[in-house]
């Protein structure tokens, strides 16, 4: 629902500038095409998709954060030539993508709750195992050759919860740093110096 929204309201926002200054009207077509990539890239990826999971990995790559900034400065910097129609659908676009940003939010909450939860289950299921025997090498080491394999395959079962422990906390971490929210400050793909910061709520 809220991709198609994004999709009719910037068709909207091009139709405001149809008749407006030339300068205004392309910065406006250059950002509208860095939004029609990011969503269609994004409404692909939903297609077909309803676990928790599944949609935040589709929401990945949409960079929500950059695309608020883009606009905010696309306003700012034509506030005067801007058309009142224009700068309603502005306002609109604002609000939806807040909106994205707060249902991605959610969604990730209840990942990282999925997640988390699976992992003490599954720490449980290998760990026990991995503790008795463990602790069975060790009070019978005398019954046992002292072979490199034995070690080995000791050593190995030993690391099972570390391991375990260790791909659910990348996982987590990468989800994480992929949809990290940087608020009004925004790095531009192609410009990292360059660095957005704007006052007021929308302005």
Known sequence: MLVDAVASKTGELADDVAE???DLQANVEEYLREMAEQTYD???RLEGRD???SLVLATLDYDQVLL???LRRLRAEHEEVLPPEADETVDDLLALLRHFAATREYFKTLYFSQEF???SKHLIYVSL???LLVSFVLLHTGDFPDTHTATTVVTTV?????MLLSAYVLRVATVTLRTRSTGRFAFERDRPDDVLELDG???
């Open 20 to 22: 407006a200054d030339a």
């Open 42 to 44: 994004l409404e692909s």
């Open 51 to 53: 676990d928790t999971v």
């Open 68 to 70: 608020t900034n883009q």
């Open 117 to 119: 939860a699976a992992l």
């Open 129 to 131: 195992p991995t503790i």
């Open 158 to 162: 030993s690391m099972a919860p570390f």
């Open 201 to 203: 709520p929308d302005r």
